[in-house]
């Protein structure tokens, strides 16, 4: 698929959607209100709570993830205002936003490729925010949870693409320009995405600059530099383009203190503890 066919297809889309012929997925109503009501400082956790428990499976994987071995203390926490107070306002809004994520994924694609497409693209987002909550969390001092939704989302521009692309037989058809087609739009939609979300200006960052391997800003180090090493280690054992780069060069290693070799062995020590994040995200 070339340059031309791809900005076409850019620009048709943007039409579209300014049009609202095309309308970009929502926050989840339950992510979107809780979001909402920690906007303002002084909200009680028990309205906080009523919020979420509205949702029995929200309610039911926010108390799973409370009570993992990542957050447990000595006693069990079995409600929800309980669990917002213990995990503090912040990480409540970035964990209930990515637990809720997973409604994104019931996109109405009428082909099995498309929803085994949608399916590694989910997997892999679990992977990449599982990664991220594991080296914000012991490399530097960000919020992890804001790290692991960053992680999650960086990839969520390549939900409409894949939709709006049923609209176009000649693309849909062929996967191979599908997936070019998916890799060099999905930051610019996935921007446009948490910008009608009102999502704060690092998470954008991270989702509009997590491909740019050389991105050097001069600043402290941020979650898109998290996400960018996630990104790349997610993808270890792979044939992925990202795996034949000379990673001693990508300055986010730099940025984060951390060398590429140590990096990966972090990750392969930690191998359980990432994977149970994954986990608790798919559960």
Do not use: C
């Amino acid at each position: 698929m070339s340059t031309t066919q791809i900005e076409k297809f850019w620009q048709e889309l943007v039409a579209d959607i300014q049009a609202n012929r095309v309308v970009l997925p929502s926050l989840p109503d339950v992510a979107l209100k809780v979001r909402k009501l920690l906007d303002t400082p002084s909200t009680p956790a028990a309205r906080i709570a009523a919020a979420i428990s509205a949702d029995a499976v929200l309610t039911t994987r926010l108390l799973r993830m409370v009570n993992s071995p990542l957050y447990r203390t000595s006693h069990t926490i079995d409600n929800v205002q309980a669990a917002v107070t213990r995990l503090g306002n912040s990480n409540v809004r970035n964990l209930v936003t990515s637990l809720a994520m997973e409604q994104l994924y019931q996109a109405r694609v009428s082909t099995d490729q498309k929803k085994r497409m949608l399916a590694r693209h989910r997997e892999h987002g679990m992977m990449v925010a599982a990664l991220s909550w594991f080296i914000a969390r012991n490399y530097t001092v960000l919020n992890a949870e804001e790290s692991m939704l960053a992680g999650l989302i960086h990839d969520i521009g390549k939900l409409p693409i894949i939709e709006y692309a049923e609209l176009a037989p000649d693309i849909a058809s062929d996967e191979g320009a599908l997936e070019r087609l998916i890799e060099i739009l999905h930051p610019r939609v996935g921007v446009l995405m948490l910008r009608s979300w009102s999502f704060p200006k690092d998470l954008a960052a991270a989702v509009a600059e997590h491909e740019n391997l050389d991105r050097d800003p001069g600043t402290p180090a941020d979650h898109t530099d998290v996400v960018i090493v996630a990104n790349l280690l997610s993808y270890i054992g792979t044939d992925h383009p990202h795996t034949r780069r000379d990673w001693s060069s990508i300055p986010a290693f730099r940025r984060l203190a951390i060398t590429p070799e140590e990096s990966i062995d972090a990750m392969k020590n930690a191998k359980e503890q990432i994977h149970e994040v994954r986990l608790l995200l798919a559960a």
